[in-house]
């Protein structure tokens, strides 16, 4: 585990890094580059999100692919894409529903909208969706390294099952709350 350090990257209010969405070989999902998302501090201010809930089965998620398609139609369909800052922050909020705020340039009809607001540490994560539960720990040991009580802890997951399959490489972007 390496420990973010403070001051070693430092985003502007409500910006995230760069979303490269350039290399889309599935049709599907884009290829996450993760350059720049590493050990970023990331300061939101009332930052606009859709919150959508998934149901899962003991953490297990059961219709995401058609809450993301529904979100994701809607989001395009009211021009509220904000491309470059991309970003969905997903959380389980019990063994059986998750949270997901996905960034967004305005208001989408007939969604939940909400704000987020706070101090934000990144870490990117490479490896199966199985070890969340470790990533979710050292997360918030990364917060009590930086003399912060964890906050919430979100998981950015950059591409579907099937496409990290199909790019060989499953990034996931750790972010936690710190005070």
């Not at 809930?53 to 989001?75: A, C, E, K, Q």
């Not at 970003?87 to 063994?95: E, G, H, K, Y």
């Not at 990117?124 to 930086?146: C, D, K, L, T």
Request: aromatic share 10%; net charge neutral.
């Amino acid at each position: 585990m390496v420990p973010i350090r403070s001051g070693e990257a430092n985003m502007q209010t409500n910006e995230t890094p760069r979303y490269d969405a350039s290399v889309n070989t599935t049709g599907c999902c884009p290829r996450f580059n993760p350059e720049g998302w590493d050990g970023q501090e990331l300061h939101f201010k009332d930052k606009r999100f859709l919150r959508a809930t998934t149901r899962s089965v003991m953490h297990i998620p059961l219709n995401m692919g058609n809450v993301f398609s529904r979100v994701n139609r809607h989001i395009d369909d009211a021009g509220a894409s904000d491309t470059d800052q991309f970003i969905v922050l997903s959380r389980d909020i019990s063994p059986w529903s998750s949270e997901h705020l996905f960034s967004v340039a305005k208001s989408v009809p007939g969604e939940e909208m909400t704000t987020l607001s706070g101090d934000f540490l990144t870490k990117v994560f490479e490896g199966p969706y199985s070890q969340a539960r470790q990533w979710h720990e050292e997360m918030r040991q990364i917060a009590r390294n930086r003399k912060s009580e964890p906050g919430d802890v979100y998981f950015f997951y950059t591409t579907c099952p099937k496409c990290a399959k199909a790019y060989g490489k499953n990034y996931v972007v750790g972010v936690t709350a710190v005070a």
